[in-house]
């Protein structure tokens, strides 16, 4: 039973972590951010608004990830 997660979690966080610069700069999710506010605000107010400060391409991977998928956000932060 334990050897069955190992396996997966390191074979996603490989591509995740690659996928992570690509997923920006292609996708670059400045634009969700901003179209869904409210998740993001309720669950890192912080991190948001250093997103729209300065770093959107930081905060908005992490907003992706929480929004579309645990892991990737895990992964990045």
Known sequence: GIACPQPI???????CVRQCPDSTALI????????????????????????????????????LGGLYGAGYGGSVG
Do not use: M, R, Y
Request: contains cysteine.
């Open 28 to 63: 670059q999710p400045p634009p969700v951010v901003v179209t869904f506010p409210g998740p993001i605000l309720s669950s890192f107010p912080q991190q948001a608004v250093v997103g729209s400060s300065g770093a959107p391409t930081f905060g908005g991977s992490l907003g």
């Open 9 to 15: 979690a390191n074979s996603c966080n490989e591509p």
